[in-house]
């Protein structure tokens, strides 16, 4: 029970802390997370399809050793 309440007052203050985000970040740090999150999914997406450098391009950008994602 006691786990339970910690969890939702846990999410609570995340969503707290994610209002307080939206009101105060401006609009072109939005604009980057944005674009950013696209070309991760696209690596991603194409990474699953079998490319070698986008695979490699994850690897790098989250430094990851190319040979554990084979």
Do not use: N
Request: glycine share 10%.
């Amino acid at each position: 029970m006691l786990g339970l309440l910690g969890q939702f007052v846990w999410y609570v203050l995340v969503m707290a802390g994610a209002m307080i985000a939206v009101l105060i970040l401006p609009a072109w740090w939005w604009a980057v997370m944005a674009a950013s999150l696209l070309g991760v999914v696209a690596l991603s997406v194409a990474s699953g399809l079998g490319s070698r450098r986008a695979r490699r391009a994850l690897g790098w950008l989250f430094w990851t050793d190319e040979r554990l994602t084979r």
